[in-house]
């Protein structure tokens, strides 16, 4: 695996303070390396499959990728019934 340095511009302060704590769980590039797969959503999946011990070699499949395979829908749309539904009931009332 190959390790890229990173530079951060951050507070002094905070620096140190984030030294001295990152100390009892390795060091402060495993902290960071820890925060950064958390937000990445495909790290965190690969993180938690290795954890349960799945095989999660497919590629995870993005919403948007979701949305493009869903099949067209057939007549009006949702909210056109909805509301259509909404004005036949409030006659109705």
């Known amino acids: 695996m190959y390790v890229k340095k990173l530079t951060l511009s951050i507070r002094e302060d905070l620096a140190e303070r984030a030294k001295a704590r990152s100390r009892r769980l390795g060091s402060l590039s495993r902290v960071v390396e820890d925060f950064l797969e958390s937000i990445d959503g495909e790290g965190l999946a690969d993180a938690l ?13 993005t919403p948007g990728e979701i949305a493009a395979r869903r099949p067209r829908a057939l007549g009006p749309p949702v909210a056109t019934l909805v509301a259509e539904m909404r004005r036949e009931r409030a006659g109705r009332l």
């Open 49 to 61: 499959c290795r954890e349960l011990g799945l095989d999660c070699a497919e590629p995870l499949t």
